[in-house]
Each structure stands twice: as structure tokens, then as C-alpha cells.
């Protein structure tokens, strides 16, 4: 597992003062009101999905949702840190990782 990030998904406590705050900014609403966070760390293949959530298990995560495929046409699962936080590791076949970790839509 790389030192890199690529997502991370804030929930909010009032989602009328949010959403408000950010179609001011001129953004759209996307639904939700769940209040916690979620960080991602995308993979270049499904194979390196359930391998980075093996090396978390192995490192003392609790496993939230095995790898498997999803909505999109990707494949996910999630790992639990020691403190509680979970990770979403996915492979999403719309998304080109760069050698560096930068990602573009494709």
C-alpha cells in the first residue's frame, strides 16, 4: 500500500446550512446527511483491492466489507483502522492511476 490518499468523503451535522453553503459556491447537491468521514485509497486492479485489504488485516485492521463488485462497475471492500476509521479500497475502471498516485477520469 502506497503512502497516498486519494479520496476522502466529510459528512456534514446540518445538511440544509451545507448544502446552502455550497450551492452558494455554485455546487449541486449530491443527497447524503450521514455525519462521519470515509478515506479512499483506489487501486489499479481488483486484484490489488483484496491484496491492500489483506495487508490492512495483517496489520491489525478489522475487516468492514470484503472486496467485491459494485454499482459502478468497480470492486470495493472497506477495512476498519484500530481507531475505528474506515478505509474504502477500490478499483474503479473509470479512474487512470498514475505512476505518482494522481488520478484522471477517463
Known sequence: MD???????????????ARAFYEALGWHLDGGGWGGVTLAYNCRSPEEVDAV?????????????????????GYAGIFVDPDGHPWEVAHNPHWRIADDGSISLT
Open 3 to 17: 503512502q497516498r490518499l486519494s479520496l476522502i468523503t466529510l459528512g456534514v451535522g446540518d445538511v440544509s446550512r
Open 53 to 73: 485489504l489483506a495487508e490492512a488485516e495483517a496489520a491489525g485492521a478489522r475487516m468492514g466489507r470484503p472486496g467485491g463488485e459494485t454499482f459502478y462497475g
